[in-house]
């Protein structure tokens, strides 16, 4: 009888460190992360990304996630506000490393041009 007893007095204690029932960790404001997002959107705007096809449809969904996890962090959604910084910072990444190689593949092919141009002079 006397252990039975002693079950709730120990976990009266334990239950009090968890918080009240239903309530999940929560983050603070990924306002850190939301500005380094939003360079990253920014280095991916300056290689021109925007006249890249492929680059710019991933600039833009890059955008939008930015705008969503803005709008979540105002509604204290931290938690999804990080997932959504994750994934328009990986859209931005995407899109400057698509921009670098439209600019390294239209040089090739500018190179090219002259390579042949100067072979058909000989």
Do not use: F, I, W, Y
Request: aromatic share 0%; net charge positive; proline share 7%.
């Amino acid at each position: 009888m006397r252990q039975a007893s002693l079950l709730p007095a120990l976990l009266v204690p334990l239950l009090s460190l968890a918080g009240p029932p239903g309530c999940a960790a929560s983050l603070p404001p990924p306002t850190e992360h939301m500005v380094s997002v939003e360079a990253s959107v920014r280095a991916a705007q300056q290689l021109g990304a925007d006249k890249v096809p492929s680059a710019a449809e991933r600039l833009g969904r890059a955008r939008a996630a930015v705008e969503r996890a803005k709008l979540a962090m105002k509604d204290g959604k931290n938690v999804d506000a990080e997932s959504l910084l994750l994934r328009a910072e990986a859209d931005a990444d995407l899109a400057a490393a698509l921009a670098k190689e439209g600019v390294l593949n239209a040089e090739v092919a500018r190179l090219r041009a002259r390579v042949a141009e100067e072979g058909s002079r000989k």
